[in-house]
């Protein structure tokens, strides 16, 4: 599939913003008293998460062919992941609205664990619709495969991790949530290879001879029906060279876990650099996701390729 | 929510047009929808006989054809050199007088310095007729490169030909062989008719070096090895005749294979017809012991034998030499499997089948009918086995002798004009050879005796001087090509800028794209075209031209006359022409405007174009030629509109032949009628004249047919036509090369024409197969037609080439493996004309030793206004730079023998990986034209045609 | 819109003969003319004339090469293969869809793009296993085959032609129009008489289209194996014909 920057950027930009709203809602959720937190950093993490969504829709708008009539993809919800994807997105910006009015206009505890709670879940499910829209074509395989939704959780919620300490307070980066990083780091890690094994050993592909309707004929192709590219084989035709793409994923492989994980165990070993090691952890993996995600789209294949 | 309310029944248009299609030679019936004066859409006239509603790709896309930016605009005068493409645009009464100034002085001094030379057109009835008006004998029309072998093979044997003149009966053969064929003039007849044999589930078989299009849908795929069809179709007859599975009785009855031969060797009438005092040929009747009429009736005629001749000399019947020879083991399908490359059982297998298709079927149709002799028969029986042929058979320097073998392989089975087998369409079968011979002598007014193109009886109607040498500037009818029955349009520019036999004036033409797709050695064509003398001026001093649009050939004329596009004239499909008939009727139709050229502007810019017709008209009027000027000087016809109508050819006769008279009241002959075009355009653009169903078959000696025919003046009387196994015409010029007769060729030519002039089919290897070193040009390359394109055409339609923009060399994997080629690389292809740089293309369905590729996809840069980095000129290429003009030996055209018909497919190529590091662009590449480049904008297409939808 | 409606009992389909179709690209040009003003036109071209031509099609005819089979004893074989629009019964072309522009109509089951809504997010496209959708760069909105709804209830237009322009136009007559949901419809006794198949349905999109396969090639299975007659010799046949009393 035609890796387009545009989607590319959405779904990373707007996975990390996801994420850090999941996690400043689980903490607001389950935390200490809301009032007791560290100055306004919680406020400013919200507001920066809301940037990075926010980017990353701006950009996803670029993709569509008719962005003016974008209003229009709220109406499918009973069956588009897309649709439920874009409300959801929505009602996470309500989430946080309420969370930030209620947080600063009064104390309203219980109204803002529940707000909180609600941000963190919204925002879970906005990652994991990004994710469906994805994982439920079944004409590419690569994308149905079954660790898609993990991954894209994953990405969501390790960036998510990362930025955290940033607005809220440094010494979170030692307990639980440095743990939960690195098991996110980890598990990630071993997500991605186990996908990318997969998909290597060969997508569960129908053959030529099954795409035209004669199962049991060895078909190869004699002539394409046009000679230059066209939509269909700009956009899921596309194809990168097998060198190409192992070397890709070794660079997003150092840049969203191995980086991260030097990082976090600098950040364990001398606390006071977890002040810049933390967030340039949460640069590197979202670099990584940028390079996990253009291979995302690179490396599937479309069944309609059978056709060429 | 609920489904958008959609208007089911939206406006297809204004209103709608009948006309018909000229995006290639079929001539399909088409229903043009016009919407705010532009094309809505373009479908199939469900009505036409040609093609019952359906379209072809091209036909489909005609909307892009007429709307193509490379339509020109106005008359062209030339600024820069000959081949920049450089203009100034001229008002059309410049263009014409210039054009006069430039012809009346030829004609006042010597008419043949016009050469006037068309192309690929179907208003030769025209154009023929004009240049004999004019008085030159150098004219021609495109056939001569196309497709004269299957005419001329056909027409001096059987009174038909494949070509246009024949077809398969689609409703009842049981078994069809294809040879040759990729998609032919009748494009969409012939895929109508194999979808009828698909679905009838009749056996398809194609004989053709490549496995695509219609040999893609074949039950059987023979992949024959180039120019070697004619060894296996004597293979097939060898077999047939081994097993006794002829038709003897349809020979004698139908043809001349009783007719007797003198054998008397190195004597003035060897080989020639025994015949009696009123020259009836004649036969050995077995029942009186004698020689007889061997036309007569009720008489029982030898086929084998030896027998003495009244005056004593010794004579043979046609069918003996026929047993001679072919049964002569070399033509055992053992002996010829190799060179064919098809297994000896296969051909005997194929032999069999045809036979039982033939003989075993026993097909009758219940139509009772009477034969020329007043027989009268209960029934018609079948032998429903046809052939079809095409370019891979005429193609080749052996190609007329090849396509006669077709016929004697028919003829044998006795699956001529037979239901089942192939049909002559009206106003075919004529007498053999067609009666009208080429035009040689000027009359007192200038004007040529007979139109230029004809056919030659024997040695006495060649078109030679008295030392034997060409008088036309093509050679054809000369001694080198004696039965060129449709000129040499390839031979023209090499002779021209030759001077030989002598240097002409002023090349004319109309629609041939010379300078590119249609040369033969391209290179050197353009050369040729632009090559001056020691003084410094053109050697072929000037070139008038006559397109559409801005083709590779525009650029090299000095005057370009702009032709408009097939929707916006008037034009004839004359049954005195290319006929669209079909076996089961006679046909002809008009083309008439549905759009007006000053209302269809190009990119904003408005066009000034003529119909080329009424150009020559007036061209004709202003230089005052007879049958276009009257006596004061006036024009004869306002346009060509009014000559179609008015211009009769003979007395009742005009180009078109239905609803004549006065009142439109008789059809074929009669008198001028003013409402005819009018009555054409009620009808669908077309007229057809369906046969009475006892007329339909046998149609050579079928009283009905031959009667109706008549009327017609197709035929010029009632009498049988007899099919011509034997040539008898043929033999008259192999007596003459042997020393016979008053008319003999310059020493010279002696041996080829003795040796190519037998008058019964022969096999012999292609000149560039026997010339070119085998060892060093190890491959045969040819070309194939793409069905979604024309030509050179196509590629200025914007939905054609997103089809295809560039052509690829296809070779077989094998093929690719032993020359140490991968699949998709930058290859060198060369033969002994040159070489190319083309990308090879792996693909298994074709025969190992042959590469091929689509036809005319290359285009020169900046032809046609497409972007100068186009994909048809940076990747695409042609295959007409190998293909030499010349044999490898340099004494004849690339040509066959006998008709001079284009050798392009017999091309003897080696292939080799290009020099590493050399670019991924096809080689030779010219300077691009100087035509401006299309707008490069989206097109919206239609986008205006949705009223009232908001967008 | 974007959920499917209940099964229609009328499904409106093509049926492609794989058999006879010759890869002329006649259906998909005559496609293209008359989309390109129909009801979802401009279908439209980029770089017309250009380094790059490419545009929009419902309709494209591709060429392949079959093995030989031993099994089947079939010969290797060239197949075109035209591909448009199989008109799914469940397909994710139309769920997907977030906007309710894609939809496939209640009465006889064509899936259509509503262009006025369509914000080409391009999802259908890649939900379509077929390739069947194609995007139009200029318009910024999805196309793809109507199944000429525009022609085929077409009161304006003569009986005969209503009838999609792929159908009328293709000249060995290889495509077929016709409700595939009436098994005594023409083209279900095609389909059940030439054992017509769906592409790929294992995948669940219910394809109405149907193809059917090649017919058996038969390479000389109707002759005898034995000659017809055994080697005669020239002199011996001479000798027959010399006998054979033939009249004229
Ligand atoms: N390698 C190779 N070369 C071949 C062949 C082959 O098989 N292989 N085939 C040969 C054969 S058989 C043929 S017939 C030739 C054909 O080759 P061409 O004669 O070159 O073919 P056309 O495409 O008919 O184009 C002739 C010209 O007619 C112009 N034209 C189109 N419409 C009109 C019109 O309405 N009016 C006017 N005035 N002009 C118009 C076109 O713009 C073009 O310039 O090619 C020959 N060349
Ligand atoms: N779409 C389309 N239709 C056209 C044209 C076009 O340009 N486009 N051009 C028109 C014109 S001008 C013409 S002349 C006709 C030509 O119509 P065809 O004769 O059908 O044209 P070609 O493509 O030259 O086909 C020749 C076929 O012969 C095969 N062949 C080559 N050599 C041999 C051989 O030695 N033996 C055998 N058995 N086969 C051989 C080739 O593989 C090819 O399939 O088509 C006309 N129709
Ligand atoms: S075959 Fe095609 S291009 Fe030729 S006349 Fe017919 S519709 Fe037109
Ligand atoms: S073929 Fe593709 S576009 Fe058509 S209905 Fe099926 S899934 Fe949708
Ligand atoms: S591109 Fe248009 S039709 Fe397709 S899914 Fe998006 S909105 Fe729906
Ligand atoms: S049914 Fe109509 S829209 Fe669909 S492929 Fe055929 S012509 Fe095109
Ligand atoms: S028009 Fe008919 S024969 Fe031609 S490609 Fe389409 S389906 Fe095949
Ligand atoms: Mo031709």
Redesign the pocket.
């Known amino acids: 599939m035609h890796p387009a920057i545009s989607v590319i950027a959405f779904t990373t930009l707007s996975g990390a913003g996801f994420g850090l709203w999941a996690w400043l809602g689980l903490r607001i959720a389950f935390g200490g008293p809301p009032g007791m937190y560290e100055g306004i950093g919680w406020a400013i993490g919200l507001l920066a998460a809301a940037v990075l969504v926010a980017i990353g829709l701006a950009s996803s708008f670029l993709h569509l062919g008719r962005p003016a009539r974008a209003w229009r993809a709220f109406s499918q919800w009973r069956t588009s992941w897309l649709s439920r994807e874009a409300l959801l997105a929505v009602a996470c910006f309500g989430a946080m609205a309420t969370v930030f009015a209620v947080g600063r206009s009064g104390f309203h505890p219980l109204l803002l664990r529940g707000a909180g709670g609600l941000l963190a879940v919204l925002s879970l499910a906005t990652v994991c619709s990004t994710a469906m829209i994805y994982a439920s074509l079944r004409p590419i395989p690569a994308w149905s495969h079954r660790l898609v939704v993990p991954a894209y959780a994953g990405f969501a919620l390790l960036q998510g991790a990362l930025l955290l300490p940033t607005f809220t307070s440094t010494a979170l980066a030692r307990g639980g949530l440095w743990w939960t990083s690195l098991a996110l780091v980890i598990g990630l890690a071993a997500a991605k290879l186990r996908y990318w094994a997969d998909i290597d050993r060969g997508p569960d592909m129908p053959t030529r001879g099954q795409a035209i309707g004669l199962p049991h004929r060895r078909a190869t192709v004699f002539e394409h029906p046009h000679t230059e590219a066209n939509y269909i084989t700009r956009e899921m035709a596309f194809v990168v060279a097998r060198r190409h793409a192992r070397l890709l994923r070794g660079v997003a492989l150092g840049l969203f876990a191995l980086l991260p994980l030097v990082l976090l165990g600098l950040a364990a070993a001398r606390p006071a650099t977890s002040i810049w090691a933390l967030p340039l952890a949460a640069a590197c993996s979202l670099a990584g996701a940028l390079v996990e995600r253009w291979l995302f789209f690179a490396e599937a294949k479309h069944m309609v390729t059978l056709y060429y | 929510m609920a489904e958008p309310a959609l208007d089911l029944s939206p406006s297809p248009g204004d209103e709608a047009r009948t006309t018909t299609c000229y995006m ?3 001539r399909c019936g088409i229903k043009v929808w016009l919407q705010d004066g532009q094309v809505r859409y373009i479908q199939g006239n469900r009505e036409h006989p040609v093609n019952h509603g359906v379209l ?1 790709a ?1 036909g489909a896309a005609g909307i892009m054809q007429h709307n193509s930016p490379a339509r020109l605009r106005k008359p062209l005068l030339r600024v820069g050199e000959r081949g920049s493409g450089e203009f100034r645009e001229i008002e059309w009464d410049e263009a014409l007088d210039l054009a006069t100034s430039w012809l009346k002085p030829i004609r006042a001094r010597n008419p043949d310095e016009l050469a006037f030379f068309t192309g ?1 057109d179907q208003s030769q009835a025209l154009t023929g007729w004009w240049a004999q008006q004019f008085g030159t004998v150098n004219y021609a029309a495109h056939g001569g490169f ?2 004269v072998n299957m005419a001329a093979g056909g027409l001096y044997s059987v009174g038909g030909s494949f070509w246009e003149f024949g077809e398969p009966d689609w409703e009842h053969t049981r078994l069809l062989m294809l ?7 009748d ?1 969409n007849p012939i895929k109508l008719g194999l979808g009828k044999l698909k679905a009838r589930g009749a056996r398809i078989i194609a ?4 496995r695509s ?1 219609y040999g893609a849908i074949a039950d059987e795929w023979i992949g ?1 090895r ?4 004619g060894l296996f179709a004597f293979a097939l007859v060898h077999e047939l005749l081994r097993m006794d599975r002829i038709d003897l009785e349809f020979l004698v009855r139908h043809a001349n294979a009783h007719w007797l031969v003198i054998d008397n060797p190195g004597g003035g009438d060897d080989g020639l017809f025994a015949r009696d005092a009123e020259g009836n040929a004649l036969c050995w009747n077995t029942q009186a012991n004698a020689t007889t009429d061997a036309n007569a009736i009720d008489i029982a005629p030898a086929v084998v034998g030896e027998y003495m001749l009244p005056d004593g000399r010794k004579a043979r019947p046609v069918f003996q030499l026929i047993v001679d020879r072919y049964l002569d083991p070399r033509y055992s399908p053992d002996a010829v499997s190799e060179r064919c490359g098809i297994p000896a059982n296969t051909i005997r297998r194929i032999a069999r089948e045809l036979a039982e298709a033939a003989f075993d079927s026993n097909l009758t149709l219940p139509i009772a009918w009477t034969d020329s002799w007043g027989r009268e028969h209960a029934e018609m029986v079948g032998r429903p086995v046809a052939m079809h042929a ?7 320097s052996n190609g007329f002798h090849t396509c006669r073998a077709l016929h004697l392989l028919q003829l044998l089975l006795g699956a001529v004009d037979a239901p089942g087998s192939f049909r002559y369409q009206p106003p075919f079968p004529k007498p053999v050879p067609p009666a009208n011979r080429p035009g040689r002598t000027r009359k007192a007014d200038g004007v040529l005796d007979a139109p230029p193109l004809g056919f030659v009886h024997g040695p006495e109607d060649l078109v030679v001087d008295a030392q034997g040498r060409p008088r036309r500037i093509d050679h054809a009818y000369s001694w080198a090509y004696p039965l060129a029955a449709h000129g040499m349009m390839h031979t023209v520019i090499r002779n021209a800028w030759a001077g030989d036999p002598y240097k002409i004036d002023t090349l004319m033409m109309f629609m041939a794209n010379m300078s590119w797709n249609s040369a033969m050695n391209t290179g050197e064509t353009m050369r040729w075209l632009t090559d001056r003398d020691e003084a410094g001026e053109y050697r072929i001093p000037r070139i008038i031209y006559s397109d559409a649009y801005a083709s590779e050939m525009v650029a090299y004329a000095d005057l370009v006359l702009p032709d408009t596009t097939y929707l916006e004239r008037f034009d004839a499909i004359s049954l005195l022409d290319r006929p669209i008939s079909d076996a089961d009727g006679a046909s002809d139709a008009i083309r008439h405007p549905v759009l007006a050229p000053e209302t269809q502007d190009v990119e904003g810019r408005p066009r000034d174009v003529r119909g080329f017709q009424s150009v020559l008209i007036e061209l004709g009027a202003r230089l005052g030629l007879p049958g276009l000027a009257n006596d004061d000087g006036t024009p004869k016809y306002r346009d060509y509109a009014d000559y179609i109508v008015r211009h009769e050819r003979a007395p009742g006769v005009g180009l078109l032949a239905g609803w004549r008279g006065e009142h439109g009241e008789s059809h074929g002959k009669g008198a001028p009628n003013p409402g005819q075009l009018q009555r054409y355009i009620d009808n669908g653009g077309f007229w057809r004249e369906e046969l009475p169903e006892h007329a339909r078959y046998f149609k050579m000696a079928n009283r009905g047919y031959l009667q109706w025919a008549q009327r017609f003046g197709f035929v010029p009387n009632d009498a049988p036509i007899v099919l011509q196994l034997y040539s008898e015409t043929l033999q008259r010029f192999r007596l003459a090369a042997q020393g016979h007769g008053a008319i003999q060729p310059p020493p010279g030519h002696r041996e080829r024409v003795a040796t190519y002039f037998d008058p019964l089919p022969i096999w012999y290897e292609p000149f560039e197969h026997e010339q070119a070193s085998r060892t060093r040009f190890p491959l045969d390359a ?10 050179a055409w196509g590629s200025q339609n914007a939905w054609l080439r997103q089809i295809a923009a560039r052509n690829v060399l296809y070779l077989h994997p094998e093929t690719g493996a032993t020359h140490g080629i991968a699949d998709e690389d930058w290859i060198e292809v060369c033969s002994h004309n040159g070489s190319i740089r083309v990308q090879a293309k792996f693909a298994a369905n074709v025969q190992a030793d042959t590469v ?1 590729t689509w ?2 996809i290359g285009k020169r840069k900046g032809a046609w206004r497409l972007a100068k980095d186009a994909p048809e000129s940076g990747r695409g290429f042609l295959l007409n730079h190998l293909v030499s003009d010349l044999t490898p030996r340099g004494d004849y055209a690339n040509a066959d023998p006998v008709t001079g018909q284009a050798a392009w ?1 017999d091309l003897r190529v080696s292939i080799r990986k290009a020099a590493a590091g050399s670019a991924a662009v096809s080689a030779p590449q010219f300077p691009p034209l100087g035509f401006d480049q299309a707008d490069p904008a989206p097109l919206r297409y239609g986008a205006g045609f949705r009223r009232g939808k908001r967008r | 819109m974007t959920m499917l409606p209940p099964p229609s009992k009328v499904k409106l389909g093509l049926v492609i003969d794989l058999d006879t179709c010759v890869g002329c690209h006649a259906c998909a040009t005559s496609c293209k003319a008359w989309n390109s003003g129909g009801i979802s036109g401009p279908l439209t071209d980029e770089d017309p004339y250009g380094k790059h031509p490419r545009g929009v099609w419902f309709n494209r005819v591709h060429g392949y090469e079959l093995e030989a089979d031993a099994a089947t004893r079939q010969p290797a074989q060239t197949l075109h293969f035209p591909r448009s629009c199989l008109h799914c019964e469940t397909p994710a072309c139309v769920t997907v869809c977030p906007t309710g522009a894609s939809y496939k109509r209640a009465e006889d089951g064509i899936v259509l793009v509503d262009a006025d809504k369509c914000i080409g997010c391009k999802l259908c496209s890649w939900a379509c296993p077929y390739g069947a959708r194609e995007f139009s760069e200029t318009e910024g909105v999805m196309k793809k085959c109507t199944l000429c709804v525009d022609r085929i209830y077409n009161e304006k237009l003569d009986a005969g032609d209503r009838q999609p322009a792929c159908v009328q136009a293709c000249p060995t007559r290889a495509r077929h129009f016709g409700d595939l949901g009436d098994p005594r419809s023409d083209v279900s006794k095609l389909v059940a008489e030439r054992g017509g198949v769906a592409l790929m349905p294992e995948l669940g999109y219910a394809p109405v289209n149907r193809y059917l396969p090649p017919r058996p090639r038969r390479v000389g299975e109707h002759t005898h194996q034995q000659p017809a007659r055994t080697d005669a010799n020239a002199g011996s046949l001479t000798q027959r014909w010399l006998n054979r009393l033939l009249k004229r």
């Open positions: 290639c030679a079929c072809c091209k690929r196309c497709s040879w040759g064929v990729a998609e032919d003039h494009s004989v053709n070096p490549v299009g024959i180039p120019g070697s069809d095409m370019r891979g058979i005429s193609a080749h040819v070309t194939q037609r793409p069905m979604f394109m024309y030509h091929w036809n005319a497919f």
